[in-house]
Structures are given as C-alpha cells and as structure tokens.
C-alpha cells in the first residue's frame, strides 16, 4: 500500500512537470512565431 501510493504520487509530480515543459515548450514557439513575422 505505501509502494503503491508512493508509486502513484511519483506519476502525478512527472505528469504534471511534462504538463508544464509541454506548455512552456508551446508558448516558446508561439513567440518564435510572432518573432518571424515582424
């Protein structure tokens, strides 16, 4: 039982940091974008 609920808040942390790279990762291309079109 401690394994598992260890197991679990593990994955939560890692899919919520790959949740935060992903939309900074999106943000950074959006203001890519907008730097080649001026």
């Given at each position: 039982?401690i394994?598992?609920?260890y197991?679990?808040?593990n994955?939560?942390?890692f899919?919520?940091f790959?949740r935060?790279?992903?939309?900074s ?9 907008k730097e080649t079109?001026?």
């Amino acid at each position: 039982m401690i394994i598992f609920s260890y197991q679990a808040s593990n994955n939560y942390v890692f899919n919520g940091f790959r949740r935060n790279t992903v939309a900074s990762y999106q943000e950074n291309l959006e203001r890519a974008r907008k730097e080649t079109k001026i």
